[in-house]
């Protein structure tokens, strides 16, 4: 029995990369069990983004239709732009449509620096970065013509500080970077763009030693490991893709029944108006005056930031 007051996705038609297992794959499931028509992309590659396999993609789809729901599999490389297109091309000829695109697909490879080179910091932009930039951009014109669509991109806490995986968090910072800034565009089109930072056990965290997480490291019992399915992140991917959330531009954290927004913060900071160039000296005086969290505010964008951070020039 449907409840009336359930967010449902009836004819709406959702793209997911990466989405044979993992993380995506509850996205996939979720959706699809609330009525959307769901692509299911996935190179089936390993969680470097080495090899290529049409299993899991094929398997995500048998299970979710055996279930009740709709969906077809695609095998596209996202971490080339002709496959970006090519991904969505495949929507519109399945489904007619593309109303939700869900960057999710990403590598992972384990280094420290300077041994993490350029083949990785490229690999892992080319899936994070640059298979995010195209798939979006691939389905923006459907988009805007329909004057409707919900994007979502993948960061990561990792940003905090990931000693082991700097490309990782290079290339998702970046994201947080592309979100902010394509929102403020966005919804003129009736189009919502925002952030999810998942707080999951996924594939490329498998492989993850201790050493790895620094500081972070915390023991992995049963319990934590439960808590940490990536089911549990796919309600608050549901709700920032439904047509009645108006969210737009902002970076959400869902995992382990936890949900939160993420803020990016600035100080009140020390302003020195004696009107000549400020000394080192000077600012080493004051430190504790700039690092001050006591009036920390969030900026919306980059105008709001700046008409507080030079507000003293009137």
């Known amino acids: 029995m449907t409840n009336n007051n359930q967010l449902r996705f009836d004819d709406r038609v ?13 996205y996939a499931k979720y959706l699809a069990s609330r009525g959307a028509k769901v692509v299911i992309n996935d190179f089936g590659g390993t969680h470097e983004g080495d090899g290529s396999s049409a299993g899991p993609a094929n398997d995500a789809v048998a299970e979710i239709v055996t279930a ?48 993490a080179d350029a083949d990785n910091l490229e690999k892992t932009l080319d899936v994070h970065v640059r ?42 910072g970046a994201l947080i970077g592309f979100t902010r800034t394509l929102s403020h565009t966005s919804q003129q089109h009736g189009i919502n763009v925002n952030c999810i930072a998942p707080n999951a056990i996924t594939r490329p965290s498998e492989s993850l030693k201790p050493t790895d997480m620094g500081t972070a490291a915390a023991p992995q019992d049963e319990a934590r490991l439960t808590a940490m399915n990536p089911d549990y992140v796919a309600s608050m991917v549901a709700f920032l893709t439904h047509e009645s959330c108006e969210v737009n531009g902002e970076i959400l954290v869902a995992g382990a029944g936890r949900f939160a927004q993420w803020l990016l913060g600035v100080t009140e900071g020390w302003l020195d108006d004696t009107g000549r160039v400020t000394t080192p000296e000077e600012i080493a005086a004051h430190w504790s005056k700039i690092t001050d969290k006591t009036d920390f505010y969030a900026p919306k964008d980059l105008g709001e930031w700046a008409g507080k951070f030079m507000s003293h020039l009137g």
Request: aromatic share 10%; with cysteine.
């Open 68 to 115: 009740g729901g709709e969906a077809v599999a695609d095998t596209n490389d996202i971490g080339q732009e002709a496959g970006c297109h090519s991904l969505i091309d495949t929507a519109r000829r399945e489904f007619g449509r593309v109303d939700i695109v869900i960057n999710n697909a990403g590598i992972s490879r384990w280094a420290t620096f300077p041994e």
């Open 14 to 26: 959702a793209v997911i990369t990466g989405a044979g297992r993992g993380l995506g794959f509850g």
């Open 131 to 172: 298979g995010t930039w195209h798939t979006t951009r691939a389905a923006w014109p459907y988009m805007t013509e329909q004057g409707y669509g919900r994007v979502i991109t993948t960061t990561s806490t990792g940003m905090f500080g990931l000693p082991a995986n700097l490309a990782y968090a290079t290339a998702k």
